[in-house]
DNA sequence: TCCGGGATTGTCT
DNA sequence: GACAATCCCGGAC
């Protein structure tokens, strides 16, 4: 296994990437945390990509640019973190400059500081640790203070280390009832047959 | 300024 | 399966 230090990060390239090939490209990639007090990190089970401006589930469906947009306007390889009810969720920026699109991180298996997760989220089961996209947030300890921050230069990043050739499944996207035939499209991923997939 | 809704989760029936 | 918690965002006025 490879160290979860602050060199291993990916670099930009890897995100310039089609943003559905990027979303599968992201299983089985490990998503990292560095705090005081230690390394969280869990290996990335599940995506959902939102195409902007032709993706009417996408928050920028339409060219909607707004402050809470505007990172996804950006350049590939940034975080967009947004609130959804009581929970935080944690976005990756794809697709080039004014072209605003994103990949949700859904699920991850812990694979390093599980204590520590534990520690920021409370379970009674272990597999509730982190089989959400509300859920890993609060268990890597990853709030709105990162919207907008680079991959390549934060304390939060992707590296290798996780699974390698994983089976990736594709299907709809969870969550978007009310997005007529956007709720159809196969733009959600995930790691076959890994307990952590959150449904 | 007001008001409706949501890329979720936990709890209860 | 239904529903509340809870709060920020975005559109309407």
Request: no cysteine; hydrophobic share 35%.
């Amino acid at each position: 296994m490879s160290e979860f230090i602050k060199g291993s990060a990916l670099p930009q390239s890897f995100y310039h990437t089609p943003t559905l090939d990027l979303a599968e490209a992201l299983i089985g990639k490990v998503l990292v945390h560095l705090t005081d007090n230690g390394i969280l990190a869990g290996e990335i089970v599940e995506t959902e990509a939102y195409l902007g401006i032709r993706d009417r589930a996408a928050h920028s469906f339409n060219n909607r640019r707004t402050k809470r947009t505007e990172i996804m306007y950006g350049a590939p390889g940034h975080i967009y973190m947004y609130q959804m009810h009581t929970h935080h969720l944690l976005n990756i920026v794809s697709g080039e400059e004014e072209n605003p699109e994103a990949i949700l991180i859904r699920a991850i298996e812990p694979v390093a500081g599980r204590a520590l997760m534990e520690e920021n989220r409370p379970v009674q089961k272990a597999i509730n640790l982190t089989n959400g996209p509300g859920k890993l947030t609060k268990a890597l300890g990853i709030t709105m203070a990162y919207y907008g921050a680079s991959l390549m230069k934060s304390n939060v990043f992707i590296s290798n280390g996780g699974s390698e050739n994983p089976a990736v499944q594709t299907g709809p996207r969870i969550g978007i009832p009310n997005t007529k035939e956007a709720k159809d499209y196969p733009y959600r991923f995930w790691l076959q047959d890994n307990p952590y997939v959150s449904r």
